[in-house]
């Protein structure tokens, strides 16, 4: 059974040609590189387009990345949030960084096999950074109230974009408490209103302006 990108053409409609290419070509790079690194769950690896690929996109239908801008991927573990996102906006930089490095091992073979020229991945911890960025994503690495000293001051002072500078986190379940052991001034927007499978009932972009 050949597995495509169909699930995310069905709600982003103005892929180009290379774009869908890409795309495409997730699946068997993933397939390969998870037999040899495990990056993804074995049995969730059929389900590569909807729960990581698709997954990863949510940040991009509450935030459109401007050209010029510059993405922190924290914990990418083998490239999600990033490497969809860098896919969708190729003239938007992301630096992908884990403290794993076989995952950036992975990171950087599918980067390469896709042409990815937005793309830096590198092992390292997130406390080790010293450049600044318009957006931080992650994707569920660890509560909130422990992930955001990791990224603090990690943030340029201009926003370029509609909305400012900060984090957008993905994270599923019952989040309420986790913001308000946080303390921070955190935002919820459900994946739902935008991805009809059931996958996303209880999954949101977590936005905390910087």
């Known amino acids: 059974m050949e597995i495509k990108s169909t699930i995310i053409q069905k709600y982003f409609k103005d892929l180009t ?3 869908i290419a890409q795309l495409d070509q997730l699946y068997p790079l993933y397939s390969f590189w998870n037999a040899q690194i495990n990056v993804i769950s074995r049995k969730d690896i059929e389900e590569l387009y909807e729960r990581h690929i698709l997954h990863s996109l949510g ?3 509450f935030c459109t990345f401007k050209k010029g801008e510059k993405v922190l991927d924290v914990g990418t573990g083998g490239g999600f949030p990033g490497i969809p996102l860098a896919i969708l906006f190729p003239d938007t930089e992301f630096h992908l960084v884990d403290s794993i490095g076989k995952k950036i091992k992975v990171v950087t073979e599918v980067a390469s096999a896709l042409g990815l020229k937005n793309v830096k991945a590198s ?3 997130a406390e ?3 450049d600044q960025y318009d957006f ?3 994707r569920a690495v660890t509560r909130l109230i422990d992930f955001y000293p990791w990224v603090k001051g990690k943030f340029k002072k201009d926003s370029k974009n509609a909305i400012p500078n900060g984090i957008l986190y993905l994270k599923g379940g019952e989040l309420e408490e986790e ?3 946080s303390r921070l001034k955190a935002e919820l927007y459900p994946l739902a209103e935008y991805f009809e499978e059931d996958f996303f009932e209880t999954k949101y972009v977590v936005y905390v302006p910087q």
């Open 17 to 19: 040609e290379t774009q």
């Open 59 to 61: 940040i991009a239908k």
């Open 123 to 125: 092992h390292l911890r």
């Open 128 to 130: 080790q950074i010293t």
């Open 136 to 138: 931080v994503v992650s």
């Open 179 to 181: 913001i308000k052991e």
